[in-house]
């Protein structure tokens, strides 16, 4: 059984794995004050073109949101998603066991507009409400989909009138960057958007997120914050480790590439033998819709998640491929799409 359910079910890039042996016995300082760690924060701001933004490792990417969203907003104050986005479907609630409500947007294609935020926001006009302050989006989104830089634009100066937060979620920020419709680099990222973080555990680390704080306002006590939420790895060179072998060429991007090379073999394949998909995606999740005969026939053989029902006789899947990912099990899966 061939698992297509996620990016993170391999273990790490051998040349993480063989850097971390290598540093083993090594004695540094804890909590993130270790040269790696160092090192790592200073190539970031170098990708991101930014020396003035502060970056913090953490481990994981519901620890990373949970820890800046409620330290970013006051008691009364909300987050605004879309309605498939990760702090809403995926983190158990994590953003509300903080105190604070998400606002969720019914969208097609789980990505957020001006309009949308416009809507919250006008609903929401006085102190007998939460207070919508964060606007939350990820790249690439819960369903595959890449935000291009007129619509970040067009978010940035939205948040702008309505004295809003913009925060992106990186998790998948690899294979957005690299995928062949993208026109957005880091640099931009960071010149749109109050806080982002780049993902790692997807991209071929073990584990790892980097939070990058581009508004000043949001940067004071945030260590305070993290250690708070348990987020303070007292082993931090672990993560500095990987970020520097992950940066320091080009490494985590040609991951992301193969990643996006395979499900683009696999959305190709697909689109050959007549299917219809649930969103466009040029990222390494993609959303078929099958017959559910089909679906039975696969599952044999592959793991994969159900993503939507569509009628009595199709349903959408996911299928996620990987920086680990064969093209020969890629390959394989296409053979058998053959009913």
């Given amino acids: 059984m061939y698992s297509f359910k996620n990016d993170y079910s391999e273990g790490a890039h051998s040349r993480i794995l063989n ?3 290598e540093t083993n016995l090594e004695q540094t300082d804890g909590y993130g004050t270790d040269q790696y760690t160092e090192r790592s924060v200073n190539l970031l701001k170098k990708k991101i073109d930014r020396e003035d933004v502060d970056i913090h490792l953490l481990v994981g990417g519901t620890q990373v949101n949970l820890t800046a969203i409620s330290a970013f907003l006051r008691p009364h104050q909300a987050a605004i998603g ?3 986005s990760h702090i809403n479907c995926h983190e158990t609630g994590a953003i509300e066991a903080t105190g604070h409500k998400v606002i969720t947007m019914k969208t097609n294609d789980g990505k957020l507009t ?3 935020i416009q809507n919250v926001v006008d609903s929401h006009s006085d102190e007998h409400m939460v207070q919508p302050k964060l606007v939350y989006i990820s790249n690439s989104t819960e369903l595959g989909t890449l935000y291009t830089k007129a ?3 067009d978010l940035h100066d939205c948040c702008k009138r309505n004295k809003l937060l913009l925060y992106l979620d990186g998790a998948r920020l690899g294979s957005a960057l690299v995928a062949e419709e993208n026109d957005l680099t880091l640099a931009d990222i960071a010149k749109l958007v109050d806080a982002f973080y780049i ?3 997807k991209s071929g680390a073990l584990f790892g997120e980097a939070l990058v704080i581009c508004n000043d306002e949001l940067k004071e006590d945030f260590r305070y914050f993290i250690k708070q939420k348990g ?3 007292a082993k931090g060179r672990l993560l500095g480790i990987q970020f520097e072998e992950l940066f320091k060429d080009d490494l985590y991007f040609e991951l992301a590439k193969h990643a996006n090379k395979m499900a683009l073999m696999l959305k190709g394949a697909i689109v050959d033998e007549g299917y219809k998909f649930l969103t466009e995606s040029f990222t390494n999740q993609q959303f078929p819709i099958f017959p559910n005969n089909l679906i039975e026939k696969l599952s044999e053989k592959y793991s994969f998640n159900i993503e939507r029902v569509i009628d009595s006789n199709y349903t959408a899947i996911r299928l996620v491929t990987s920086w ?6 890629v390959l394989e899966f296409i053979e058998d799409l053959h009913l």
């Fill in 324 to 329: 680990a990912t064969k093209e020969e099990i």
């Fill in 199 to 201: 993902g790692g555990t």
């Fill in 19 to 21: 850097a971390l042996v």
């Fill in 151 to 153: 619509e970040l634009i």
């Fill in 114 to 116: 001006p309009n949308l």
């Fill in 82 to 84: 879309a309605d498939t």
């Fill in 231 to 233: 987020g303070l790895l």
